[in-house]
């Protein structure tokens, strides 16, 4: 007892003369650890930092089938994972004084052994202290268990949002997953094979309850199945207004909103009241209207009638009861459309002079020949 109590102050002071043993970092960790094959699991090695003591080399062996070999190893020159089918599986964590844990991740049946961990430290008077711990490791395939359910971002959400729904369940991989929604009949309705569950915009019809299913190779066939949750999706809120006037007073508002929600909003409108037109005065616009469109149409065609007769060509035509009728040619002002009256809207006239045709000359031999006659 008295031997114990010596070496644990020791070990506290650390005062010089006290060599024992016992007065160096001890390694910590469990005797046996269950690994989910194609999963990862940590063996635990720990110690608690000594002060003097530097940590020289870190190493782990695996015994298996009476066989011992260095799967890897720590010193002043790094990290080395020597075989090659633990290349990629194998870490132990850096930076971290007192934790020398060894994962192993993708475990595989034949990782199964006696794994030993091996710390070597460097003491104040440079001598060496090694200690080792070892831990048997037993890799199983083990069956899907029940899955859970996680909603994101919730199982009561709007129309037009979205959500999903993940299937978890734990066991060796690969583990598969289905999705169903229950119906009013005894049958599910399968939705889609995966873990994941997703709609990018929910509509009302979507509402419902759903459940998982998961199930491995390890589990001989077995499937696991989750408990339903409910999902709700509720329609967008809906607002409708009921305006209410009444002549030469001030009028309110009383609004809907929502599903057997009220709300009453009074609003008095500034200014003076407004009072519904009389169909009497509709009536009388109307005729005012009529009888003004019919005096622009008069004006217009008398305006048209006018223009047309001052438009035509005048003719003076002089008869004499001598032989020698002579027409004095005569000259009209034909108003004539140009390409300035397009652009400027000016009338540009044109002297035209009527030219003697035969036609009149023979209607000017007949009237003289009339003349003749009549004088005989």
Known sequence: MMWAGLVLWCAAHLRPGCTFASAVPNLSGVHQVTGT?????????????????????????????????????????????????????????????????????????????????????????????????????????????????????????????????????????????????????????????GAELAWSSLRPSDSGSYFCEAENRAGAGAVQRSDAVQLTVTDLPTTTATLQRSVGTTGGHHSTIGQGQSSDMEHTPTGSPRVAPSPLLYGLVAALGGAALGALLAVGLGYWRRRRRKDEPLYEVAFRRTADVALLHTEGEVPAKSLQEEMCSNTAKTTVKDRKSPEYENLMTAMESQYEAEGI
């Open 37 to 193: 094959w194609m999963g990862s699991t940590t063996v635990p090695c720990t110690y608690v930092p000594w002060e003097g003591f530097t940590e020289h080399t870190l190493s782990w062996s695996l015994e298996r089938d009476s066989s011992v070999s260095t799967i890897f190893r720590r010193d002043e020159s790094g990290d080395h994972i020597l075989p090659a089918k633990f290349r990629g599986r194998l870490s132990v964590p850096k930076n971290s004084p007192g934790d020398a844990s060894l994962l192993i991740e993708n475990l595989e049946m034949p990782d199964s052994g006696h794994y030993t961990c091996q710390v070597v430290w460097r003491s104040a008077d440079n001598s060496l202290v090694t200690r080792e711990l070892t831990t048997t490791v037993k890799v199983v395939k083990a069956a899907a268990t029940k899955p859970i359910i996680r909603a994101e971002p919730g199982l009561t959400l709007p129309a037009g949002a979205s959500a999903s729904l993940t299937c978890e369940a734990s066991g060796s991989p690969p583990i598969s997953y289905r999705w169903f929604r229950s119906s009013p009949a005894a049958t599910a309705q399968l939705l889609s094979s």
